[in-house]
């Protein structure tokens, strides 16, 4: 009978999955869409298709959307490329993709990201100093162990 119920639920769960393309020009777009849920599913998408290359290059999109989508999601990615590409984010002109790169760097990040981390305790807008002071505690207490 449980076994039934998790069935039924995993396969409502991607019967609700919006209609997205598959190529990354496309996802990246959608990415961008204001529809959290769309936005979610296509950053979920990337990830499973394009991996954290794929998100990389969503960081470069033009839309302050998807860029903010890339940064989040890269909190599930570890290692120096991520680091530095989330260390870059940090300097975009958006305040959520400052903010999701703080919170990012939060989750994964090594000591090395510390004085980005730092620098963005300074910034001129609240939410992303208080991610970055959040992220600073994050990482002491995952690095000092």
């Known amino acids: 009978m449980k076994r039934a119920v998790a069935a039924l639920a995993l396969v409502a ?49 033009p839309n302050d959307y998807t860029r903010s989508n890339a940064a989040h999601s890269l909190m599930h990615d570890s290692g120096p490329d991520v680091e530095q590409a989330l260390v870059v984010a940090a300097t975009d002109p958006d305040t959520h993709v400052r903010m999701w790169a703080a919170w990012s760097l939060g989750e994964q990040g090594s000591a090395a990201v510390l004085p980005t981390l730092q620098q963005l305790t300074g910034d001129r807008k609240e939410v992303v100093r208080l991610e970055a002071t959040e992220a600073i505690r994050k990482v002491h207490a995952r690095t000092t162990r």
Not at 15 to 30: F, N, T, V, Y
Not at 36 to 58: C, D, I, N, P, T
């Open 13 to 61: 769960l991607w019967s609700c999955e919006p209609s997205l393309p598959s190529d990354l020009p496309g996802l990246m777009r959608a990415m961008g869409d204001y529809d959290m849920e769309v936005s979610w599913y296509a950053a979920r998408k990337v990830r499973r298709l394009y991996g954290k290359e794929g998100l990389f290059q969503a960081l470069k999109h």
